[in-house]
Nanobody
Framework: QVQLVESGGGLVQAGGSLRLSCIASGIIFRLNAMGWYRQAPGKERELVADITSGGSTNYADSVKGRFTISRGNAKSTVYLQMNALKPEDTAVYYC?????WGKGTLVTVSS
């Protein structure tokens, strides 16, 4: 059974930082591309960043230069370091692997 469990969300002031983590089980983690998505209230879910099994990364234009995705294959964990957070980054952040999704972690950025 595949499980993706996110953690690290919370309330932060604008300009602050958070680090999200997603622990994966039930998949051969090192062989899988992983992604972070987010969904703000009233909006569709959107890609934030993804990382291939080889470590190549891709970012949404809105987060380039502020967010960094990385992976720790030994711990079957994908990370999202979020710096210089803005109120518009407020959303539920979801971890993704193929068609599998975590339950999400809420990030709230106050102005």
């Amino acid at each position: 059974q595949v499980q993706l469990v996110e953690s690290g969300g919370g309330l932060v002031q604008a300009g602050g930082s958070l680090r999200l983590s997603c622990i994966a089980s039930g998949i051969i983690f090192r062989l899988n591309a992983m992604g972070w998505y987010r969904q703000a209230p009233g909006k569709e879910r959107e890609l934030v960043a993804d990382i291939t099994s080889g470590g190549s990364t891709n970012y949404a234009d809105s987060v380039k230069g502020r967010f960094t995705i990385s992976r720790g294959n030994a711990k079957s964990t994908v990370y999202l370091q979020m710096n210089a957070l803005k109120p518009e980054d407020t959303a539920v952040y979801y971890c993704n692997a193929h068609h599998y999704w975590g339950k999400g972690t809420l990030v709230t950025v106050s102005s």
